[in-house]
């Protein structure tokens, strides 16, 4: 029998759905009715994108694997994107951007990061040492652009450093199995600093990968020639590098001089600065602060450590998570020095992770 | 008492210009000491306060559905009255001085908070935060003081008017929320204004126009949704609503007396602030302030306005911290010579209805005259205050 929808039930539904809602959102003001159903359930399905941590896994003396349980809401990512999470170290909620380590379908529906902690860093240390399970953190969905592309590349080479072997390793988790000819070259100091070690030597035992180890404390840094010697086909292979940034640097040098600039895909994970503003105060208007801000601070961290709610995303330039109208004054851009100013009324956009204070500025936040 | 300027003795005349600015300093310390250590702890606490309030009132609002039957009106009412006091203290009146804003949490913000009260975020917080808080206790400019209806110190001209100032603040204690409303509306100011012209009615009229939509938006919640959403007990619940209203309502309002109306808290002329520096500024906020001694209860239940002295020096740090630096605030006091106004909540109580009932007659009235002598000497005051009014008019 087939059954013929009467219109007016479609309709009504979602009338009658309008209805409870106002109604919850009446019996709640001066709050939403979402901030008492997080009381219950912070990672229910309509809610603000969060995780909660289900486990902490030592990798290495200074490396840890973090598995997250995300809420209803994500979307899933592609192997090689990064999410961006917000952690509360000592009170303060702090942005940072991670690269997946987890295959892209994993049947229970975690998903994991990799975090190396560094000298001084806060939340990189905060993850590493004392995250817990259970902890619930603030997420984002999934982005960025360093992933394979489909149909696969006959030939792939992948150069990382240090912690950057993560978005790699979410690539080779998913999808080693439609990649023939993968050589890996990656950088750290010791054996035993090398990140997801057992892992990629057992690959490279059964000869799905090759794997190149530098341990650069002993055999130095990786140099160009050198790296023309391990891989002779190197301009046959589509290639995907990550790491710090004197390595990024020469790699990208390196391509381009060999012509092969299109087929080098990098990932940064610090944002390339090369000038200083001047530094000035920087009004946050709508908040109502003001601070004095030198040169080289980006107006992303001066309003946050005045205590102003800063829009923020990848907190290197690229994904435009924090751009800010400027109502006047003069910033300058810290990755190439360019100075944008405006006049009162004129509400240019700037992005303020990487944009300092050159002169005195207002900003509309 | 009179304003500090006024007094045949004034108590910070030992202190000399030196010992004002390294008294600041003292306290520039204290302060700097809470923030180095400001963190995890602090965080858990709030967060803990906002979630233990948020469950209780659910729990209170789902008891009171059942409010046919007296025992759970009862446990309902205790409830809901408990959460709306947390709520509006040690929540809403500390998260919006920004006590909370270093966390950085967008929920917990005084940017984006908005309170449990009639009078709207925005609204309250330009009139607590920059008028009361930089004006503390200075006559003709904070509006704290009596809040443009009443006579609160011997400085200020007595009026006919006055005589009723005791029966004026028990209906502004019952009806806090709507008073706090009208008071930030600044509605005398605009009417002044309005006299000379000078008003900007549009501006008026759009604010007038958020509160109206705010105590409908409250209205509606405590006396229409929940009550319906009741069924039988509607009525009951109803009836829970006005009580925890009103008894949320008395409570803050004597909270606030207590802060700074009982006697030995001084008031300070309007010249008197001009050019203040930063150790003048905490002088005047050590002196035109008064604490509550108590318990942890208390405490909590005052929004640790209890401790109104150090929330008046340090208006910005988390509210779990006035006890702790309490003892250094005392000790700061006592060196430097200075009275630390302190007292249980009845006796504060007592001394600032006392000083509303002694005000509410002309200075000086009754100490010169026997009980009796009161009711005619008052008639034969107003009738030519009466005539000098009209010839004024
Ligand atoms: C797209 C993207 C993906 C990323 N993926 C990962 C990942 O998978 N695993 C991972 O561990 N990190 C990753 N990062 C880096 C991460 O976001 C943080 O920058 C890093 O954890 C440091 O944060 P922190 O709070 O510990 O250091 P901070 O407290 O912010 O900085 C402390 C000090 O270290 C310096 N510093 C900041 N970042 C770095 C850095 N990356 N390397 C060296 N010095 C630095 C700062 O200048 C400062 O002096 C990624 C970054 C980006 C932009
Ligand atoms: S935070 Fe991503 S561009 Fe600034």
Sequence with gaps: ?365 | MTAIQNKPVDPTAHLSDEDVEALGRELDAIRDSVLADRGARDAAYIRKVIDVQRKLELASRGVLLLSLFPPAWVAGTVGLSISKILENMEIGHNVMHGQWDWMRDPKVHSTTWEWDNASPADMWKHSHNELHHTYTNVLGRDNDLGYGIMRVDEDQRWMPFYLAQPLWNLLNACVFEYGIAAYDLEIGKHLKAKKRGTADVAAFQAQLRNVLQKVKKQATRDYLVHPLLSGPSALPTLGANVTANLVRNLWTHSVIMCGHFPEGVETFTKTSIEGETRGQWYLRQMLGAANISGGEALHLMTGNLSFQVEHHLFPDLPSNRYKEIAPQVQDVFARYGLTYVTGSMPKQLASAWGKVVRLSLPNGFLSRRTAKAVPVALVQRVRPARAEERAAA
């Excluded at chain 1, 009658?16 to 997080?38: G, I, N, Q, S």
């Excluded at chain 1, 190396?116 to 990189?124: E, L, R």
């Excluded at chain 1, 946050?304 to 851009?333: H, K, N, Q």
Aim: charged letters at 20%; hydrophobic letters at 45%; one cysteine or more.
């Design chain 1, 1 to 365: 029998m087939t059954t013929v929808t009467p219109p007016q039930t479609r309709s009504a539904r979602p009338r009658l759905r309008d209805r409870l809602v106002k109604l919850a959102e009446a019996a709640a003001t001066p709050l939403v009715p979402a901030d008492y159903l997080d009381l219950v359930d912070p990672l229910r399905s309509g809610a603000a994108l969060r995780a909660r941590i289900v486990a902490v896994q030592p990798e290495t003396r200074d490396a840890a694997t973090l598995v997250l349980q995300p809420g209803r809401g994500w979307a899933g990512h592609v192997p090689g994107q990064y999410v961006r999470l917000g952690v509360d170290v000592d009170g303060v909620r702090q942005w940072r951007t991670y690269s997946l380590t987890s295959p892209a379908d994993r049947a229970d529906g975690l998903i994991a990061i990799t975090v190396k902690a560094i000298p001084d860093g806060v939340v990189s240390n905060h993850l590493v040492r004392a995250a817990t399970a259970g902890t619930v953190l603030q997420l984002d969905q999934a982005a960025g652009d360093f992933v394979l592309p489909t149909p696969r590349p006959a030939k792939a080479l992948f150069v990382t450093a240090g912690s950057g072997i993560t978005p790699v390793m979410g690539m080779l988790r998913s999808a080693l199995h439609e990649l023939d000819d993968v050589v890996l070259v990656h950088s750290a100091p010791t054996a035993d600093d090398v990140v997801f070690a057992a892992e990629l030597r057992a690959l490279a035992a059964d000869g799905r990968i090759r794997l190149v180890e530098k341990h650069t404390d002993v055999d130095g840094m990786l140099g160009t020639a050198e790296l023309d010697a391990l891989v002779p086909d190197l301009a046959e292979r589509e290639a995907w590098a990550c790491g710090p940034t004197g390595m990024l640097d020469l790699l990208e040098g390196h391509w381009e001089s060999r012509g092969l600039a299109g087929r080098l895909h990098t990932e940064r994970f610090r944002p390339l600065v090369v000038a200083a503003g001047e530094g000035g105060t920087v009004t946050f208007s709508r908040t109502g602060a003001e601070v004095e801000a030198d040169g080289a601070t980006p107006l992303l961290q001066a309003g946050e450590e005045a205590g102003v709610l800063m829009p923020s995303g990848c907190r290197m330039g690229i994904c435009f998570g924090c751009v800010l109208p400027l109502r006047s004054g003069a910033v300058r851009d810290l990755r190439n020095g360019d100075l944008t100013t405006a006049a009162e009324g004129d509400g240019v956009l700037v992005q303020t992770c990487v944009s300092a204070a050159a002169g005195p500025c207002d900003l509309d936040v």
